[in-house]
């Protein structure tokens, strides 16, 4: 679980995780955007509670603070 602020115009550069963690990412405050490259998607988180769930360790992003933002990321291992 993490808890992460990010200033306005804050990016998040691409990364893959290395793992084949499950991830959801939930806005508690302002506006924030994800780019999935791979599959050409952009996803906004703009009110409080959007949340975005996605495969972290197969599809590549980028985040960019579009507001002061405050977003709570929990991460899971998806192996079993």
């Known amino acids: 679980m993490k808890w992460s ?3 306005k115009g804050d990016v998040k550069p691409a990364k893959i995780a290395k ?3 499950k991830t ?3 806005l508690i405050k302002g506006k ?3 780019r999935f490259s791979d599959v050409d ?3 906004v988180l703009s009110e409080l509670g959007d949340y975005l ?6 599809i590549s992003h980028i ?3 579009i507001e002061d933002s ?3 990321t929990l991460r899971w291992s998806s192996k079993r």
Do not use: M, R
């Open 19 to 21: 793992s084949s963690a």
């Open 32 to 34: 924030f955007e994800v």
């Open 70 to 72: 405050v977003l709570l």
């Open 53 to 58: 769930a996605y495969d972290a360790g197969k």
């Open 63 to 65: 985040g960019e603070s």
């Open 5 to 7: 602020t990010h200033k």
């Open 24 to 26: 959801i990412s939930i």
């Open 41 to 43: 998607k952009v996803v």
